[in-house]
């Protein structure tokens, strides 16, 4: 996040970010503003299908997680701070 926020802060980039990251990250030289109409974005995260790292697993039921606890009301997943 931090490379992205000094290319935006540079003027080499725009990045769509949830809403739940612009509360948490607000940042005196980046201007966030509301986009209504982008269509929803889509992550798909692959791995080996033998891996057996512990830290692969860990990750993968983190991200399964996120979806089913995310708070209706406002986006941000249970246990982020917005």
């Known amino acids: 996040m931090t490379q ?5 802060e540079l003027g080499q980039m725009i990045c769509f970010l ?6 948490r990250y607000p940042l005196p ?6 986009v209504s109409d982008l269509e929803p974005a889509t992550l798909a995260v692959a791995w080996p299908q033998d891996a057996r790292s512990p830290a692969v697993a860990a990750f993968i039921r983190a991200a399964v ?4 606890t995310a708070d209706a009301g406002n986006g941000v ?6």
């Open 65 to 68: 997680s996120v979806p089913a």
């Open 4 to 8: 992205i926020f000094r290319l935006v």
């Open 77 to 82: 997943p249970q246990g982020v701070r917005a």
């Open 18 to 23: 949830p809403a739940w990251v612009t509360r």
């Open 29 to 34: 030289g980046i201007a966030y503003r509301p």
